[in-house]
C-alpha cells in the first residue's frame, strides 16, 4: 500500500497530467490532502485506512477550527478526488468518500467598483510610475483587466505573441488549459500598442546586453519571467491610493468583478459574460445578477405609473 505521501503526489502528478490542473489549484489540493494525512496519522490510520466515519470526523474538527465553509468544501473535494483516484488504480477496494455531503457555501455578493471609481484607477495609472515607460506599462495593466476581466495570473502571464498585430481580440490561456477569445476596448488596444513599442524597446536594449529576449508582455528578471501577481497587487493599491479610491476595496479581483457587473448593468447577458470570465459553470456567472435585480427595481420605482412618491424616495 503506497504511504499517504506517495498518494498525494502521484494523484497531483496524474491532475496536473490528464486534467491540466492550475498550479494554484495543485497547491491547494496539496496543502488540504496534507492536512488531512496528518490528521490521520495523529490517530494512527492513513488514507488506506480511513472509513467514511474518519473523514466525517475531520471535516467536524476543521468546523471546530472555524474555517471557513468554502474552506471545508474545498477540502472535501480533495478527499472525494484523491479517493476516486485511489480507486481507479486499484489501491482502494471501495471510495468511503463518495457519499458524504459538503457543508455548501455561503453565497457573498462580490466587491465591486462603480465606473467613477474604476475611470479614477486608470487616471491614476496613467500617471504613476517614475518613467514614462513604467506609466504606458500601468495604463495597460489596467486597461486589459478593466476591457477583458481576465483572471491577474491570465494578465500577467500573457504571452507577447497574443498582442502582436493590433488585435481586435485577446487569446486567453485559463484554467485547466482552457483557451478563449475576448474583444479588446479601443482604448486597451492604443494601451497596449503604446506598451509594445515600449516593451519592445527596452527588450532590444536587454538582448544588446546579452540577455534573452522574454516571451511576456509584461516581462520581469525574477524566476517566472513575468510580472508577479504578487507585485500587481501591490501596485493596484499604490494605485488606489493615488486615485482617491479606498484600498480596501481595490484588488486585481475586483477590477474582473467590475467587468462583470457593468456589462450585466448595461444589459449584456448571462451565458455572454460566462464566456468571457472563462466560468465553466454559469451558476458562477449568476453571483452578479443582484445588479440586474437592484437595476429593474430602481427602474419599477422610477417609472411605474403605481409607483408612490414615497416609495421612489424611500432609497
Not at 478563449?180 to 524597446?201: H, N
Request: proline share 4%.
Amino acid at each position: 500500500m503506497p504511504s499517504s505521501a506517495r498518494w498525494i503526489s502521484t494523484f497531483l502528478d496524474a491532475q496536473a497530467a490528464e486534467l491540466g490542473a492550475a498550479t494554484n489549484t495543485q497547491l491547494a489540493y496539496g496543502r488540504d490532502l496534507k492536512d488531512f494525512a496528518h490528521w490521520l496519522e495523529s490517530g494512527g490510520e492513513a488514507f488506506g485506512t480511513a472509513s467514511r466515519a474518519r473523514i466525517e470526523a475531520y471535516l467536524i474538527h476543521c468546523a471546530d477550527q472555524g474555517l471557513a465553509k468554502s474552506t471545508r468544501a474545498r477540502r472535501l473535494s480533495a478527499i472525494r478526488q484523491i479517493y476516486r483516484f485511489a480507486f481507479d488504480e486499484g489501491w482502494r477496494s471501495d471510495n468511503p468518500a463518495i457519499q458524504i455531503r459538503g457543508p455548501g457555501r455561503d453565497k457573498r455578493l462580490p466587491k465591486t467598483l462603480d465606473i467613477a471609481q474604476v475611470d479614477r484607477l486608470l487616471e491614476a495609472a496613467r500617471s504613476h510610475g517614475r518613467a514614462v515607460a513604467d506609466r504606458q506599462r500601468n495604463t495597460c495593466l489596467m486597461e486589459l483587466l478593466y476591457a477583458t476581466g481576465m483572471r491577474v495570473s491570465e494578465l500577467v502571464g500573457l504571452p507577447v505573441s497574443a498582442a502582436r498585430g493590433d488585435p481586435r481580440m485577446l487569446l486567453i490561456l485559463g484554467k485547466g488549459g482552457k483557451e478563449r477569445m475576448v474583444p479588446l476596448s479601443p482604448p486597451a488596444r492604443t494601451a497596449l500598442i503604446a506598451w509594445l513599442k515600449a516593451r519592445d524597446a527596452a527588450e532590444d536594449a536587454a538582448v544588446a546586453r546579452g540577455l534573452p529576449r522574454s516571451r511576456f508582455l509584461f516581462p520581469s528578471r525574477g524566476k517566472s519571467g513575468h510580472l508577479t501577481r504578487h507585485r500587481f497587487y501591490l501596485l493596484i493599491k499604490e494605485l488606489a491610493v493615488a486615485g482617491g479610491v479606498s484600498p480596501d476595496l481595490v484588488t486585481p479581483h475586483t477590477l474582473r468583478h467590475a467587468f462583470a457587473t457593468h456589462l450585466l448593468a448595461n444589459g449584456a447577458d448571462l451565458r455572454s459574460i460566462q464566456t468571457l470570465l472563462g466560468h465553466a459553470d454559469v451558476a458562477t456567472t449568476e453571483i452578479y445578477t443582484h445588479v440586474l435585480e437592484e437595476r429593474l427595481q430602481q427602474l419599477v420605482m422610477d417609472h411605474h405609473p403605481l409607483a408612490t412618491e414615497a416609495d421612489r424616495n424611500r432609497d
